[in-house]
């Protein structure tokens, strides 16, 4: 089992900056990928950035360039840095672990592959 705990959400202004943290504990050797999943209310759960079991990212295109996804080589902590937030960037923001490999072309799209999911921490983005 993997236990995922995420901190760092927040409210800030447009243009402003937060930093997500997700800290795994458990059998962590056990994580091939993990990623950052978020969902709007009234909107489909959608991945943000997730990295494969080679260490590549992939990055949904309404957040590159803004936003930058970090590991630590144990897998145990996952650093989301968000900066020029925009107020579509409001959503509740996950950290997700997968025990399968995932091709790093299908990761954000393959949600429903991702075993373990952190409580999720809220980011709101005032205009």
């Known amino acids: 089992q993997v236990q995922l705990v995420e901190s760092g959400g927040g409210s800030v202004q447009s243009g402003g900056s937060l930093r997500l943290s997700c800290a795994a504990s458990?059998?962590?050797?056990?994580?091939?990928?993990m990623g950052w999943f978020r969902q709007a209310p009234g909107k489909e759960r959608e991945g943000v950035v997730a990295?494969?079991?080679?260490?590549?990212?992939s990055y949904a295109d309404s957040v590159k360039d803004r936003f930058t996804m970090s590991q630590d080589n144990a897998k145990n902590t996952l650093t989301l840095q968000m900066n020029s937030l925009k107020p579509e960037d409001t959503a509740m923001y996950y950290c997700?672990?997968?025990?399968?490999?995932?091709?790093?072309?299908?990761?954000?799209?393959?949600?429903?592959?991702?075993?373990?999911w952190g409580q999720g921490t809220q980011v709101t983005v005032a205009s």
């Open positions: 990295i494969d079991s080679d260490g590549s990212t």
């Open positions: 997700a672990a997968a025990r399968v490999d995932i091709p790093n072309w299908l990761l954000l799209h393959r949600g429903a592959d991702f075993d373990y």
């Open positions: 458990g059998d962590t050797h056990s994580i091939y990928c």
